[in-house]
């Protein structure tokens, strides 16, 4: 009888022990799905890889130079036309220092 209430103990402990862990996990679990934590994850991959950095930096400046001759060109038409052209320069200025960055990058290198 007392082997058996010893038993009974040592599986009690050992049922504690096993819901400890399985809060401590699905608390882990719920933290790593949170949306916040599943961008960075995904985007940890993808930032390490300097090809693709490259690339968002060439985007993001070709993007930026595009709006701001947009804005110098043309500022506040209120034409159709206008707007049009500004959006016209736009798109072409982003296309053309978006596709140049990368030979300028390997110049610079070279230097």
Known sequence: MADLTKRIKELEMIESQQIVTLKM???DLSNSLR???LLKSAFSGVVSSKSIQHKALDASVGL???WLIKKILTPKS???VGNITGKALQVIATTLISK???SLRRK???S
Request: proline share 11%.
């Open 25 to 27: 996990q699905r608390k």
């Open 78 to 80: 209120k034409s159709m």
């Open 108 to 110: 610079i290198a070279e």
């Open 35 to 37: 949306p916040v934590n």
């Open 100 to 102: 140049k960055l990368p």
């Open 64 to 66: 930026g130079a595009g």
